[in-house]
């Protein structure tokens, strides 16, 4: 063992890292990425950390199995391994460990898991999906080095395979939100109907809905959950799920807010919540509708006035045992009903003021010879313009429905 250390850089270290992790390929499976690693990081550390070889056992059910052999092999590794064999259990134990003595008791080669001589571990992942990496050693090798690369090595790759993970549970969180989420709103005789929603992340916790219910009934639903990503969008997923399997047994809009209530408060996510708004609306203006704790929409009527949406109870979630009630309201011939989320009316403009609803009545009245599509673009557009385009704050979700006539 040399106990020259000039040879050894940690910066040049830290830069060779980066170019290994820069060149994984997201979206692959564990397993490949750590295949692709270890055979990438022998070519690149090979040199600085006098290395032989390297061996990738992966875990499975009973044992560890080899899974890639980089370098030349004096004695071919054996297929599987007990994980109580002396190397892994200590590997395990200490995550980075240097068998540096091979007369040793702790030898590798004692195990006929590995040929005698020195070598390095490193763990990576959690029961039951770890990896063991084990780097055969050439002589000029240093203890020192090898402690201080391979922890960094284990540290860095660890908070990229968490960082894979996340950007997993986003694509999985995204996915969730994408299905729930209708591209097109379904055609209803007398009317226009208009959707958009748009995330302040990747994923957000908005959402809307429309439930056909017949040729002269559609329920039209639109919430925000609290929060974003994953959790946000179960939550989402679990209410909009409940909502559609509530009305399509034909239960009471007052009764299935109750029930959506008692499965949220129930699933260990009573500090979050959700606002929802649901509205049956009959093919003659006619609308039943339940508001819990979200922003009330409003009907604009020919003769100028707006009628807000607000009769329902609380948001869903916190409480156990919330009372809902049902309001009514009337379309008639030519009104328009708006609904929106947060992210419209909190929208700031560069001085943080709020859009607010006194400038969404002020553009609805002024476009109301507008389609539904048209009056929903120009939302969108004049509210993304308020805040100098700069991203959303917050998840921003509008809904127009206008009665034609």
């Not at 910066?11 to 390929?25: E, M, Q, T």
């Not at 980075?96 to 040929?115: I, K, N, R, W």
């Not at 007052?254 to 260990?268: D, P």
């Not at 979200?294 to 948001?315: K, W, Y």
């Amino acid at each position: 063992m040399s106990p020259e250390l000039s040879r050894f850089d940690p910066k040049l270290l830290y830069r060779r890292l980066d170019s290994l992790f820069g060149a994984l390929k997201p979206g692959r499976s564990l397993r490949r990425v750590l295949e692709s690693f270890v055979e990438d990081a022998f070519r690149t550390l090979r040199d600085d950390l006098s290395l032989e070889g390297a061996y990738l056992y992966g875990e499975r059910r009973d044992d560890f199995t080899l899974v890639k052999q980089v370098g030349p092999a004096v004695t071919p590794p054996p297929e599987s391994v007990s994980p109580k064999a002396l190397p892994l259990a200590l590997a395990f134990q200490h995550r980075v460990y240097l068998f540096s003595h091979p007369d040793s008791p702790e030898s590798p080669g004692q195990a006929g898991l590995l040929p005698p001589g020195p070598a390095a571990a490193l763990v990576v992942g959690r029961r039951p999906h770890r990896y063991v990496i084990f780097f055969l050693l050439r002589e000029g090798w240093v203890a020192e080095e090898l402690d201080f690369a391979l922890n960094t090595v284990r540290a860095a790759l660890g908070s990229r395979l968490q960082d894979e993970r996340v950007r997993g549970n986003v694509k999985e969180a995204a996915e969730i939100q994408q299905s729930l989420l209708v591209e097109d709103p379904p055609a209803f005789a007398g009317y226009e109907l208009a959707c958009r929603s748009l995330a302040a992340e990747e994923v957000g916790g908005d959402f809307y809905d429309f439930l056909p219910l017949g040729d002269d009934l559609m329920g039209l639903a639109i919430g925000d959950a609290s929060g974003h990503g994953l959790p946000a969008a179960l939550l989402v997923r679990d209410v909009v799920t409940g909502l559609r399997m509530g009305v399509e047994r034909d239960l009471k809009v007052t009764y299935v807010f109750s029930k959506l209530n008692r499965v949220i408060h129930r699933s260990n996510l009573s500090s979050r919540f959700v606002s929802v708004f649901y509205g049956e609306l009959e093919r003659d203006g006619n609308l039943i509708y339940v508001n819990a704790g979200h922003q009330p929409p409003l009907i604009f009527t020919a003769d100028g006035s707006v009628v807000e949406l607000r009769t329902g109870g609380t948001v869903i979630g916190p409480l156990r045992e919330p009372h809902f009630k049902r309001g009514f309201a009337y379309l008639p011939p030519g009104s328009l009903l708006v609904m929106c989320t947060d992210g419209i009316l909190e929208r700031r403009d560069e001085d943080g003021e709020f859009f607010g609803e006194d400038r969404l009545k002020v553009l609805v009245r002024m476009s109301r010879e507008a389609s539904a599509q048209q009056l929903l673009e120009r939302i969108v557009g004049v509210t993304a313009a308020f805040g100098a385009m700069r991203p959303w704050e917050d998840d921003a979700t509008v809904v127009v429905v206008k009665r034609l006539g």
